[in-house]
């Protein structure tokens, strides 16, 4: 007898024989109750020699049958990317191995699409059974704990991931993704475990009356497990030790529809209504304002015959929304637009930067307020298509070496993501930082991961292909970004930039370093004086058309998201949206690169 908890419940381990009880092991149609030992069940005795009905119980414990596992059909349905032994590292470790159908020992048969719990704490779910002689292999997929991603999902009992880890290139789809293979001696038990792509509560071990009057470890040991996410990492090809967790790609991709078991699937687009209501297909602006062609317009005409126009992305009347939280001068903004998305707003606490943005972004309603201010004033009309958010990253740089004034303000602001999605209610979000959020912070980092994974029903886009490189466009050099700017351009006032006398550098190469608020290089090719504001934008990629305010302008640019960049982003995020809108979606898992 083992007690758990602190309800003082008494349970008795089935493979006790100092109570009598009758079980039947056989593996057949009529019965699977001998798949999971040891199963405690619980009892409350009232003599020594009453035998337990198991069929009674049954009703109320979380005993198996045939039912709880999958056929072979719908397996193949829940991983359609999934092919036997794809890849290289899904082949056996020893070549000698064979695919069985099933293996029995001790009461358990193992197949595929069952699921087995290891010693080690994880799960698998078997797609291969393998035999080499008498030794026995299950090779699949593993499972783990939320538990053990600290800070990345919310902690609940009973709550799953798929994980996949790769050393053989990018993280693009699970097909071919390397299985992993386990000795028999390393399972403890079968389980039950749910895939379903419904938020949480749903099917969860908290959804069941069962069990509200059992205690929290024994629901831990035998209740039935979910699962609705996969995550997906990446390491170095030519560094396959995992211990380390060197990774290059991470990705967390909620389960779809197709890949759910077959009655606890939901459709993608309830979901996406049960998060933010009716979705305009195509995007939520119907089409172009009154008078915001003729704004444009002018951006053309300040940029033209200096600089090649860029061009935008074509618009079909309907346009995808965006928003900009601590948007600055407006960089992810601008790529937005290129991008071909309608900007809705942006809020910053930087009075001179939020001047700037409302002077580039027609008819777009522009905050001054910090986040927490904001998230209390706004309403349903600053719902958006995609929300991104470049929060203060001044306190995570690595090179922030010592206390800053508004160092508690700006972490702060964190604390205001949450909120800010749950208000805007986005399709997609995006997210901008330094890297020292990932390798100094990373629980504030997973903490606004958890935020973003709210948008539930919409495909994870791809991570967008190199366009400059050996073989592709070539790179853009100092010279091409500034060779552009006229004279008496605005913001590029050679007579009054700080002189220098240092050596001259080759410019037809690209900018090595970051374009900061301070501290970057900051001289021109001719080594006689700095780079101008405008040139410091051009080398941002900043367009010509771009205006900036009277005051700060240096600490606008080097706080700004590089536009150009964020418009390929942007573009890679559109196209998906516009796939799922039109009901041509790729179903495979596609992944976040870390920068």
């Not at 792509?197 to 099917?203: E, G, I």
């Not at 389960?255 to 979705?279: C, I, K, M, Q, V």
């Not at 997210?431 to 948008?455: C, D, H, K, Q, V």
């Not at 029903?457 to 400059?468: D, M, R, V």
């Amino acid at each position: 007898m083992e007690r758990y908890g602190t309800r003082n419940v008494e349970y008795y381990d089935l493979d006790d024989d100092s109570h009598p009880m009758e079980i039947e092991r056989e593996d057949s149609p009529a019965t699977v109750v001998g798949d999971e030992s040891p199963r405690l069940i619980p009892y409350a005795p009232q003599s020594s020699n009453k035998i337990i009905d198991l069929e009674a119980l049954n009703t109320t414990s979380p005993v198996f049958n045939l039912d709880d596992f999958m056929t072979e059909e719908e397996f193949r349905a829940s991983f359609p990317n999934v092919e036997d032994r794809n890849g290289e590292e899904n082949i056996p470790l020893n070549q000698n191995s064979k695919v069985i159908d099933s293996w029995s020992s001790h009461g358990h048969t193992y197949r595929r699409g069952k699921t087995a719990e290891l010693h080690d704490g994880d799960f698998i779910r078997i797609v291969n059974v393998l035999q080499n002689q008498a030794e026995i292999s299950l090779q699949g997929y593993r499972l783990r704990r939320l538990s053990r991603f600290p800070g990345m999902f919310d902690q609940h009992l009973n709550e799953l991931v798929i994980l996949i880890e790769k050393t053989n290139g990018q993280v693009q789809t699970t097909g071919g993704a390397p299985m992993d293979t386990i000795g028999l001696p390393e399972v403890l038990r079968l389980r039950k475990v749910i895939l379903t792509n419904a938020a949480y509560p749903h099917s969860s071990c908290k959804a069941e009356p069962l069990n509200k009057n059992m205690s929290r470890e024994y629901i831990r040991e035998t209740g039935t497990l979910v699962c609705r996410w996969t995550i997906i990492v990446c390491y170095r090809p030519w560094f396959r030790n995992r211990t380390r967790r060197v990774w290059v790609e991470k990705s967390i991709v909620r389960l779809r529809a197709n890949e759910a078991d077959t009655n606890f699937s939901l459709n993608d687009e309830h979901l996406r209504y049960l998060w933010r209501g009716p979705t305009s297909k195509g995007g939520a602006c119907p089409g172009w304002l009154p008078g915001e062609e003729a704004f444009d317009a002018t951006d053309e005409r300040r940029a033209k015959e200096t600089e090649p126009r860029r061009p935008m992305e074509p618009s079909t009347g309907h346009r995808y929304t965006f928003g900009d939280a601590f948007c600055g001068a407006g960089g992810a903004s601008r790529g937005a637009k290129e991008a071909g998305y309608r900007i809705e707003w942006g809020f910053d606490c930087d009075l001179a930067a939020i001047q700037a943005y409302s002077e580039n972004f027609f008819a777009a309603r522009c905050e001054v307020t910090p986040g927490d201010i904001f998230i209390s004033s706004i309403g349903d009309n600053f719902r958006v298509d995609v929300l991104h958010l470049s929060p203060p990253c001044q306190p995570y740089s690595p090179a922030h070496t010592r206390p800053g004034v508004n160092d508690e303000a700006n972490q702060a602001t964190l604390f205001a993501v949450g909120e800010i999605i749950k208000k805007t209610k986005p399709r997609v979000v995006t997210l901008e930082n330094t890297f020292g959020l990932a390798e100094r912070w990373p629980e504030w980092l997973n903490a606004m991961i958890a935020y973003a994974l709210l948008s539930p029903g919409e495909i994870l886009p791809k991570y967008p292909q190199p366009t400059h490189g050996p073989g592709l466009i070539p790179f853009t050099t100092i010279n091409d970004a500034i060779k552009a700017i006229p004279p008496d351009f605005p913001d590029h006032n050679l007579e009054g930039v700080a002189r220098r006398n240092l050596p001259a550098y080759n410019g037809d190469v690209p900018l090595r370093n970051c374009v900061m608020t301070g501290g970057s290089l900051d001289v021109h090719p001719s080594g006689t004086r700095s780079f101008t504001n405008r040139e410091l934008a051009c080398l941002q990629g900043f367009g010509l058309e771009h205006r900036f305010g009277k005051k700060g302008t240096r600490k606008q640019i080097g706080n700004a998201v590089p536009p150009l960049p964020w418009k390929f982003f942007l573009s890679q995020i559109r196209g998906s949206l516009l796939e799922t809108d039109q009901g041509s979606v790729d179903t495979g898992r596609h992944s976040v690169r870390s920068m």
